[in-house]
């Protein structure tokens, strides 16, 4: 049963590892899709030659490439052609922060003008363009005129109004060249400029990609909710440990730094139109900042053992000072902090997969899927805060490394149920039989109870049959003598005759009383322990039936102080009697032993009658005598054992447990 239990533990397993990888490819493939839908066809030196494209086709284009590049201006399309335009610095290639210019060292925050000739297709067609993730307001100008703007630019922080969004504005290709101008000011994040590609397609093709992307981020940010209010809950009903809190409050601060961030392409707009860009960014960061303390506290309810308080202490402490800073901090200071908290949080993922590694090593339930999870998760979360520092070209990928990183903990969760019910159904299959253990053993007593008080009562009958027919005999014919004597004189010879006869009347008596006392409990071994009264109850069987009984004993007590004894003791009587009167047996052998086994008596009682099938014969099996037997080991904690010696004869064991021979271990014979 062990061994099929790990195997199928080593089956489920592998069986997760496997659906764990295919529900990651289909996640990446799912998201991949929508981020890497458009085809890449790199413009050079300000000019994108899409003649030979076939948007059919190929559907989505990306606008990536050199932009004619002039940092510090506002240049609307009329400055742009006047008589003596201003001459680009250089060119940028997008998509990327303006702050990366190679050819001289700008500052992320200011204005910049971008501008692009586009070559398209030859056909007259309507097309639309999908900016995004443009610092921090603009207006998009084609061929002079104004075709999407989001926010104010100015020249100073005081004049702009920020409102990075996306847009998708129409273009009414007629096959012609056409210009396009992007006029950014950036004085509230950190990077200024176009950090993602803008895409050109055909109307339906950008709007079922714009569709596309919202739909899966709503897909994740649901499954975030569900499965932080699912644990919320599982932690409400049951709170054994903090850890299903954590979980949750970890789901809950991912879904809401997705949903309001530019990862989700401000999804959250979707749900509450006109959310203020400041707001989301404060709640983004508010709750990335709290997410990395709870997460930690996650593990740490889980394995305890392995991940330091001292740590806690640290990320919690840090979670909250950055947290105050995101909700009362100016945007651009927050926005300057966020690199920093991007290392610290480096640091701790490499701290929680090291301990998580050691939680695996030394088998903590569920530590090899919490550790897959959380690895892909922190490789994820390596790839999206290099991307927000523009030290890398990729997408957002969290919302992917979070939902595989809930599927690890759901199977974890799901093994941790396993084994609860598995050892709820054997707990229960356990209580069912000692149960019925205590059933049997109930009606048991009752039978033994009433068959007990029979015998009492026959003891009774045959205890006053005993006396009227012996004793009171015995005492009416002394008392008769003493009658007869009244006349007699004194000192005669028939004075004497009948005082010899009175004195063997009363004699007789006694004997008889000693008799019935003997039967009872024989007074003369009080004080001496139970060994005299079974030694005692061997000789007088073995003088009356004429058959050989010895009887020896190994004791750690020289007077035993057991209660319990005296059971043992009639439980050797009663072995002995049957044995007399069933087996028809020459030689009965009882050792009585408390040296040999540390803490248990046992007793043996040993003849070589004529076996259990013969005696049946003569008593039937289980009788009277046998369940009373059981019953008193039972009562005493024993185990009582009747078995066929070869050779043939009977043989009756019983062990029972004793405290007094475990402190006293001193052999004697």
């Known amino acids: 049963m062990i061994r099929s239990a790990g195997a199928l533990s080593g089956t489920l397993r592998r069986a997760a590892f496997i659906l764990l990888a295919l529900v990651m490819l289909l996640c990446g493939g799912v998201t991949a899709t929508g981020a890497f839908a458009a085809t890449s066809r790199a413009a050079q030196q300000g000019t994108l030659d899409l003649r030979a494209a076939d948007l059919a086709r190929r559907g989505v284009l990306a606008l990536d490439g050199e932009w004619e590049f002039y940092p510090g201006q506002l240049l609307s399309p009329e400055c742009l052609h006047a008589s003596e335009p201003p001459k680009p610095a250089g060119y940028l290639d997008l998509p990327t922060a303006w702050n990366t210019f190679a050819q001289q060292r700008i500052d992320g925050r ?79 994040y950190r990077d200024g400029g176009v950090t993602s590609s803008l895409l050109l397609g055909s109307d339906a ?104 308080p001292r740590a806690q202490q640290l990320s919690s402490a840090l979670g909250a000072v950055f947290t105050v800073l995101a909700l009362f901090a100016p945007l651009p200071t927050l926005h300057s902090a966020i690199p920093l908290y991007y290392f610290i949080s480096l640091a701790l993922i490499g701290y929680c997969v090291q301990r998580l590694a050691v939680a695996r090593q030394r088998a903590r339930e569920g530590a090899s899927f919490i550790l897959a999870g959380f690895a892909v998760l922190g490789l994820i979360a390596t790839n999206d805060m290099l991307y927000d520092l523009q030290l890398i070209r990729s997408v957002y990928l969290i919302p992917v490394g979070m939902f595989f990183f809930i599927v690890a903990q759901g199977f974890a969760l799901s093994l941790s149920f396993s084994r609860n019910f598995s050892a709820i159904e054997r707990l229960s299959d356990e209580l069912e039989s000692r149960n019925r253990a205590l059933e049997e053993e109930i009606a048991e007593r009752v039978r033994l109870e009433r068959e007990i008080v029979n015998v009492a009562e026959n003891e009774r009958r045959c205890l006053g049959h005993d006396l009227h027919d012996g004793l009171c005999q015995q005492l009416t014919a002394a008392r008769l003598r003493c009658f007869a004597m009244e006349g007699t004189p004194a000192g005669s010879e028939q004075a004497k005759t009948d005082l010899a006869a009175l004195s063997g009347l009363l004699e007789e008596s006694v004997n008889v009383a000693y008799d019935l006392a003997r039967g009872l409990w024989p007074v003369e071994h009080e004080g001496q322990g139970t060994s005299a009264l079974l030694q005692e109850y061997c000789q007088r069987m073995a003088a009356s039936h004429g058959v050989a009984i010895v009887v020896r004993e190994t004791r750690a007590c020289q007077i035993c102080g057991n209660d319990d004894l005296i059971q043992l003791c009639r439980i050797a009587q009663e072995a002995v009697s049957n044995a007399v009167k069933h087996s028809r047996a020459t030689r009965i052998e009882v050792s009585l032993d408390c040296a040999s086994s540390f803490g248990t008596v046992s007793l043996r009682v040993r003849d070589d009658g004529i076996g259990r099938e013969a005696a049946s014969a003569v008593a039937s099996p289980g009788g009277l005598g046998m369940r009373i037997m059981a019953h008193r080991a039972r009562a005493i904690g024993g185990e009582l054992q009747v078995v066929d010696v070869a050779g043939g004869g009977t043989e009756v064991r019983c062990k029972m447990p004793c405290q007094h021979c475990a402190q006293q271990r001193l052999p004697t014979q």
């Open 110 to 188: 200011g204005v910049a003008t971008l501008r692009l000739q586009v070559l398209p297709p030859a056909q007259a067609q309507d097309l639309r363009l999908r900016v995004f993730d443009v610092h921090a307001a603009y207006r998009l100008w084609l061929d002079g005129r104004l075709i999407a703007a989001r926010g104010t630019p100015g020249e100073r922080p005081e004049n702009e109004v920020a409102d990075p969004a996306i847009d998708l504005p129409l273009i009414h290709s007629s096959g012609a060249p056409f210009e396009l101008v992007l006029e950014i000011s950036n004085h509230v």
């Open 205 to 308: 093709d950008i709007r079922l990609l714009q569709s596309r992307n919202w739909g899966v981020a709503l897909f994740f940010v649901g499954s975030l909710l569900m499965m932080g209010c699912y644990h919320l809950f599982f932690y409400f009903f049951g709170r054994r440990s903090v850890a299903p809190l954590c979980f949750g409050l970890y789901c809950l601060l991912w879904a809401g730094n997705f949903a309001a961030s530019n990862a989700s392409d401000w999804v959250l707009r979707l749900l509450v139109p006109g959310l203020p860009i400041d707001w989301l960014n404060r709640f983004d960061s508010a709750c990335f900042f709290l997410s990395v303390p709870v997460g930690y506290c996650f593990f740490r309810a889980l394995f305890p053992g392995e991940f330091s």
